[in-house]
């Protein structure tokens, strides 16, 4: 069988491959990136379904315009102003099937092959996946606490080609935990600007802020039409409903909308209907402090689990929010040879080079908190201690 | 903004932009292919997802494997084996957000620019916008009553370089509501396995039979797994869901599984729930009659309507299923050129050049007859009538 060649640079997540080994046993994983179940509100759900398909059953099942429906994209415009800054308008807003059709379609509108997009490093996965298959060349960005290192990216950006666009998830990072510094952020834009490069703004874990440190967005910051942001709904309502959105400048989102149409259609009707009765009914405003407490407490186990059982010369984040803690162990460790160790003691975590495009971060783990009931989260941390303890002796 | 290369190749679906300008008017329209409202269980699927909802909440509201959830996955191959004569494995089953993304998927993994399709003309303009963004070549093969000519294919695969993939609609098809032959069929096989080409079988309308003419589908006669076949609950259950499989080899499937991983992570997954519960409970073999029965009674009051009212020297076929009649006029009418007139008389058509790649059937226009109300399809023919009347003069 002769594929594309594109077809060639589609790889299976390394991620998802591994976390296969931990389904369907007693493994305590802080592996995935899901949300806890018991975020999801349910019962609201079920009420509003039943009244979207009593109000608007056939327009919930019937084939929708591909940018969304105008009221949910409304709806999202008003939030987005009130909780980003972000000012938009309906042209500006398509409703997308969860934020990676964002990471899909961005690459598709902008990369041939060998073009060049900056990402962090580390970064998501899942972006990796989605660009991949547009055959680009990758400028790695490494981070720190205040997150990606906006110096070593001009300095690349000098040395390079032309880079299309820069991925960044400035805020409670996946994998990273850390938080881009308004200085960065402001050095960031003018990088964008002086080299006339796009920034693709992910804020998918926005919401979820354990202390008051929110920083505006980059595209409430955009004063030139730099910036395409995505967000969604997977963190405060479902990631089951695949639903997110982007906003970027009218000529951009018209070339998304058209990618959008030979990609599906449009995104999925029943859904768009819930959410937008979610967020109008304020239902929304009442289930994201709930998340905020149930997450807090669970990172707070977390870091007091790390700091009782890990041993010296291993370091860690405190995240103000999002759903990770990024481990770094000594240099001795290498956590992707040690993972099997790990499904053996029957813990499991994600090792730190899947997120690096240089390979980097050999020694580092991501550790997701959202996913792992209180009372086991200390057991695991006691489980990972003792085999990295095992491995220093 | 300098684009891909693959961005110049997308366009709005000139079918999309034209019926828009039949939106909140009181235009008649048999432009778009929608299934009617009526068709739509709305009580049932309201049962439905109390109960998923109820017994499933968690699930159908997280992440989900990429392949689809395997309850789903297995009632359908059940029901492809059942109705479509199809035995496959798991593997080789992958849940989509809609058919569409099969038809994005399948280029996604097998064509380079320049490689070369071989599309019905006309064909379902859905698919050739998925294809366009790959940049491939066309072999255009016309249609008659009997479906694709496969003697002209044959002669075209000789004359030209490799054809990647042959896609085909071979029952009740959108546009022309042709059925590839058995005779055909057996024939297209053979091509396929003489020049190791594969085929892209599009089902989408098998269910929608208002005669018993139903034929095996190429993919249960396909011995060699040359066959990748797609179908689609938005017929029988629900459009805005967004719901469809594949069937193909265990390789193909794999890597079109990796591609839908960057793609969107996995479909929707309270509506596969719904599915699920929707098939298994036998709702379906309930509704599908019913559907039937009316879009048959849609049907003959078109024809009905056609015969009274078209002028001599326009012609059309008697679909036995589907949605559409495809009419061709004298060859002096230009349908597209006459569509502003069809707007101003409040009666919209889609022109039959929109559904080829080359061009031609500028004299057909294509009605649907689905989504319109039984008393008003003669009022919206007698008006179409009228302005080709005007033009024969």
């Not at 591909?66 to 102003?81: D, N, Q, S």
């Not at 880079?163 to 990072?173: A, D, G, H, L, R």
């Not at 796009?198 to 955009?222: C, N, W």
């Not at 977390?302 to 770094?328: Q, T, Y």
Request: aromatic share 8%; glycine share 6%.
């Amino acid at each position: 069988m002769k594929y594309a060649d594109r077809t060639e640079s589609m790889k299976a997540s390394e991620i998802r491959e591994l976390l296969k080994l931990t389904e369907d046993t007693d493994i305590i994983s802080f592996g995935g990136g899901m949300p806890s179940p018991d975020a999801f509100p349910i019962k609201i759900i079920e009420k509003i379904v039943k009244k979207v398909l009593e109000k608007n059953g056939t327009q919930a099942l019937q084939y929708g315009p591909t940018e969304g429906i105008t009221p949910l994209r409304e709806a999202l415009i008003k939030r987005m102003g009130k909780t980003r800054g972000i000012k938009c308008n309906l042209n500006q807003m398509i409703i997308t099937t969860g934020s990676q059709q964002v990471l899909d379609l961005v690459p598709k509108i902008l990369i041939n092959p060998g073009d060049c997009i900056a990402v962090e490093c580390p970064t998501y996965v899942g972006a990796l996946t989605a660009f991949n298959c547009y055959q680009p060349d990758y400028i790695p960005v490494h981070m720190d606490e205040n997150g990606m290192k906006t110096d070593e990216l001009e300095e690349k950006i000098k040395a390079n080609k032309a880079v299309k666009f820069i991925y960044t998830i400035p805020i409670f990072q996946n994998p990273s935990g850390a938080t881009l510094s308004l200085e960065r952020k402001r050095h960031l834009l003018e990088i964008a600007n002086a080299y006339d490069i796009l920034i693709l703004e992910d804020e998918a874990y926005s919401e979820l802020e354990y202390s008051k440190v929110r920083l505006p967005s980059l595209k409430s910051m955009d004063k030139n039409e730099k910036v395409i942001y995505t967000h969604t709904l997977s963190k405060v309502l479902s990631p089951g409903f695949r639903l997110g959105w982007l906003i970027a400048n009218e000529e951009i989102a018209r070339k998304m909308a058209i990618a959008k149409q030979g990609v599906d259609l449009c995104t999925n009707m029943l859904v768009q209907f819930i959410a937008e009765e979610y967020i109008k009914s304020g239902c929304i405003d009442k289930q994201i402090p709930k998340i905020r407490k149930m997450y807090k407490r669970k990172r707070d186990i977390m870091l007091e689990a790390l700091e009782r059982h890990f041993p010296d010369g291993s370091c860690w984040n405190k995240p103000e929010g999002g759903m990770f803690i990024w481990v770094s162990l000594p240099e001795k460790i290498d956590t992707k040879e040690m993972f099997l160790d790990a499904i053996k003691a029957k813990v499991a975590y994600v090792n730190g080079s899947a997120f690096c495009i240089d390979g980097c971060s050999r020694n580092c783990m991501r550790l997701n908190f959202s996913n792992t009931d209180d009372n086991k989260i200390e057991e695991g941390i006691r489980r990972l201690a003792k085999i990295i303890k095992e491995r220093l002796k």
